[in-house]
C-alpha cells in the first residue's frame, strides 16, 4: 500500500491580531488561502514497529509524528507507516507547510483504514495540532477565528494569482507574536469585532484594498529587516498587493484579473535575479490534495 498527497502551503489574504485571550493565545480574524505551491507526501507501510516520518533537510521534532500520534490515540489501527515528505514550501516562513503537512496525512489516514476514524475524530484533532491546520485539511478558501482554529469555509474569489518571495531566513511564530506585543501592534476588541464579516463578505469578487492587511508584518520587519526590501521589490513588478505571509518572513505579491497567472509569472522571472527562489503560485481547492495510489 501506497498513497500520495500533495500539501498546499497558504497565504494569508488578511491577518488581524486581537485582544489577548484567557489562554494566553490572541484572538485573530485571517483569511486563509491555499496556493499551488506544496510538499508532497508519500505514506507507506513498512514492516517496522513503529510510525516513521522522514523529512530530508529538516531537523527536529515534525508535526507529522504529533498527527500520526494523534491518530492512533483516536483509534486509527492501520498497520505501521512510513511518511516522507519532499519539502517545497519554505520552513519557517509563515506559508503553513508543516500544519499542511499534517492535514495531509489526515486526508490519507482514512484512506488506509476506512472505518476506524470518525470525521469527527479528524476535525478534533486538526484542532489540536495547531491553528493552520483546519483550513488545511481541506485545502480552499476560509475565514479563520478564534485563534484561528475556528474556520469557515468561503466560496471562491476572483481571478487572482502569486508571487512568492521566500527569503533566505527564519523566523518563529511564536518569536513574532511576542514582538508584536512589544509593538503594542494587537487591536482593541471594538476595533477587532467587526472585521469577521467583512472578510466574509467577498465571495465572487475581489477584496477590498483595506482588507488585505497583515497586522504581524511590522513585527516580522523588527525582527527580520530584509523583509521591508522584499515588499518594496515586489511592489515594483506591478503586484496590485505586496504583502507578508503569515508570520513572515515570506513576502508575496497578489495580482488580480484574468491575466493574473502570467503576470506573476513575470513577475517571479524578474525577481529571480535577487531572489532565486520567487516563483509564481494560484490558489487551489479541495480536489488539489486527494490523496492517490502509487
Not at 159 to 181: G, N
Request: hydrophobic share 45%.
Amino acid at each position: 500500500m501506497k498513497l500520495v498527497a500533495r500539501a498546499p502551503g497558504k497565504v494569508n489574504l488578511c491577518l488581524l491580531l486581537g485582544p489577548l485571550r484567557p489562554d494566553g493565545r490572541h484572538e485573530v480574524a485571517t483569511l486563509i488561502e491555499s496556493v499551488s505551491l506544496a510538499d508532497e507526501l508519500e505514506l507507506a507501510g513498512i514492516d517496522g514497529p513503529d510510525d516513521e516520518v522522514v523529512c530530508p533537510g529538516v531537523s527536529g521534532p515534525n508535526i507529522v509524528s504529533r498527527a500520526l500520534d494523534g491518530l492512533r490515540a483516536r483509534g486509527w489501527d492501520a498497520p505501521p507507516v512510513r511518511v516522507t515528505i519532499d519539502k517545497r514550501i519554505p520552513v519557517a516562513a509563515g506559508m503553513g507547510g508543516g500544519s499542511a503537512d499534517a492535514a495531509a496525512v489526515l486526508r490519507m489516514a482514512p484512506v488506509v483504514a476506512p472505518a476506524a476514524l470518525p470525521e469527527a475524530a479528524v476535525a478534533e484533532l486538526a484542532a489540536e495540532l495547531g491553528t493552520d491546520v483546519p483550513s488545511a485539511v481541506e485545502p480552499g478558501l476560509y475565514l479563520g477565528t478564534g485563534a484561528g482554529e475556528v474556520v469557515e469555509r468561503l466560496l471562491p474569489l476572483a481571478p487572482h494569482a502569486f508571487v512568492i518571495v521566500p527569503q533566505p531566513h527564519l523566523l518563529s511564530t511564536a518569536d513574532v507574536y511576542r514582538e508584536a506585543d512589544r509593538l503594542g501592534l494587537p487591536r482593541e476588541a471594538a476595533d477587532f469585532s467587526s472585521w469577521p464579516e467583512s472578510l466574509a463578505a467577498s465571495p465572487g469578487g475581489r477584496l477590498a484594498p483595506e482588507l488585505i492587511v497583515n497586522d504581524l508584518a511590522p513585527a516580522a520587519i523588527s525582527l527580520c529587516p530584509p523583509v521591508a526590501a522584499a515588499l518594496t521589490a515586489v511592489g515594483e513588478t506591478g503586484a496590485d498587493v505586496a504583502l507578508v505571509c503569515g508570520s513572515g518572513p515570506t513576502v508575496a505579491g497578489l495580482f488580480w484579473g484574468e491575466a493574473a497567472s502570467e503576470r506573476a509569472g513575470s513577475a517571479a522571472a524578474e525577481l529571480a535575479r535577487q531572489y532565486p527562489r520567487a516563483i509564481s503560485a494560484s490558489p487551489v481547492g479541495q480536489e488539489f490534495g486527494i490523496p492517490l495510489r502509487k
